[in-house]
């Protein structure tokens, strides 16, 4: 039954304009909403992504139609020991990266949870990096690894007799130095989620595993980190999402040689950036945009499937 | 199998005080339920057995060992909680075993405990399914499961049947009633239900503001309580209090006497008629009915007082009329109107 078949028996609904049925009216509403939106990502995202892999089969340097050349750009991709090298410098940032900074923040947030003394302002202190501009960040931490007496780490190391570490200048530390940096970045944020997820989960749990003689670690095993599941997969994917697509740390570390030294902390989203508009090859960047569009698609999915409730 | 001893027990939360230093003594195997308002510390009572709450004072003693340091684990006690606290990421079987998480029995031997547990609580079929597919009163059962198959010498229940509907309560209320005669095993139990406290309880513990009141078996306290609270908390609807004084021995209602009566609804009778010489007769307009079933609840005004009486299921006065009711002498309590305190009953 709707208003619609009620409607004509009563006239103050008429000269209301309330011709439409109650569901068409909703339904007039919630598009309305929805149209903006929609319309902004079909235009800004949807079109874009999708004509990237049309012109990853083209030759086009911005200024000439784009020319179709078949799967030359990918001919040429896989067969580049440059583009093999960025590839590995991504999957260290992502395999190394996602678990260090996902255990480091679950075990931030397993014991700030239980301080009470300044627990707001230790929050704030964690969360700060994720809000600060990556430029600036980056800025403060190449002078930490700067050679003595500049730098604050090697000045250190200096006084107590350590050998000097070159860091963003050795083609082995730059990659993990680099790496420091952003996953302090994404600490902060990962730390209030995980915080977020114990708080959710209710103390009868641990009070009746206490009664029942389980220890600490037996608490934390059975019962919290199994009870924590959903918000590990959501960080999982989301830091993993974020590793993949590393870009701002590295290139405002490695200013004067982007992704260097000889590009041994390019990650694939800089070398796209290098390829479109430092070569203007706006053809073969499309080729690695696909190739990092469908790893970022495989990885999400798979780790949706590993992690997925069996329940 | 064990006693558990309260000596003088205290709890503070910083300077504010809410346990006064309660004795009580509950025997071995005793089924003894604490009932009260909320905030009367029933609950914090019942922690502190447990170990969840640390004693600010006094002892607390199971089976003759004094307790007070001791971790939860070390107690030997279990424990139901209202929210159940069954883990939604392990079935049934996983939840009950979980009990004997620490114990070092053989695998056979568990898995013998959790099957017994099961088919005592009529678990059996749901062992393999996960708590989301399960009922509240089945829910329930599972945390008692798991509190059962650790043998533990006392059994610590929580309100544990305040999440489920009337039904279902009442229910539940017979298991673990039948449960306590088949185990055996001492339980304290927590609630604000006074009918659960009447039909479970060996014996009531009532609190208020962090004293007991009263303690004694449920008829005990229904027929003799100590003051007007306790007078009014046990029994449903609450028994009715009038100010009034006695002249010859007889109750008269009086605003102005130095007494509190206080007649239960079912000791107050609508009936017409002369009353018997020494029974007390109250007469007012009625404000409404409620007609039970087997009898009638007729609420009427007795100069500006709420009154509750009863009436024959048939004869239902009509809202508006003037009714009286008499209640026996022997029926009614009385309260020094100072102090509440109970100055018994005239028989």
Redesign the interface.
Known sequence: MTIQEAGPARPEARAGGARLSMRTRRALWVWGFLALPILFYSVIRFYPTLDAFRLSFTDWDLMSTPEFIGVENYARMFGDPHFWQVFRNTFAYLIIGTPISLVLAFTIAFFLDRVRFAHTFIRALYFLPFITTASAMAWVWRWFYQPAPTGAINSFLGQIGLAQIDFLKSTTWALPSIMVTAIWAGLGFQIIIFMAGLRAI?Q??Y?????????EW?ILR??TL??L?PTTVFLVVFASIGFLRIFDQVYNMTTNDPGGPLGSTKPLVLLIYQTAFSSYDMGYAAAQTVVLFTILLIVSLLQLWIMRDR? | MATITLDKLVKSYGKARVIHGIDLEVRDGEFVVFVGPSGCGKSTTLRMI???EEVSGGEIRIGGNVVNEL????RN???V???Y?I???MTVRQNIA??L??TKLDKQEKNRRVEDAGRILGLTPYLDR?P?ALSGGQRQRV?IG?AMV?EPAAFLFDEPLSNLDAQLRAQMRIEIKALHHRLGTTIAYVTHDQVEAMTMADRIVVMRDGHILQSGPPMEIYDDPVDVFTARFIGTPSMNILPGREADGRAVADGDGRLLFGIRPQDLLVRDGAAAADALELTGTVTAVEPLGPETLVHFDVAGQQVIATAPARAVPEVGSRVSAQAARSEIHRFDRETERSLGRRR
Not at chain 1, 207 to 215: F, L, N, P, Q, T
Not at chain 2, 71 to 74: N, Y
């Open positions: 209710p009868t749990y009070e009746a595993a206490r009664i029942d003689g389980v220890g037996g059975k019962i199994p009870l599941k329940a | 447990a170990g969840l971790d939860p684990k070390s006690i279990a424990m909680f209202q929210n606290a883990y939604p990421h979980f009990g998480y620490t996960r989301a945390a798991r650790r």
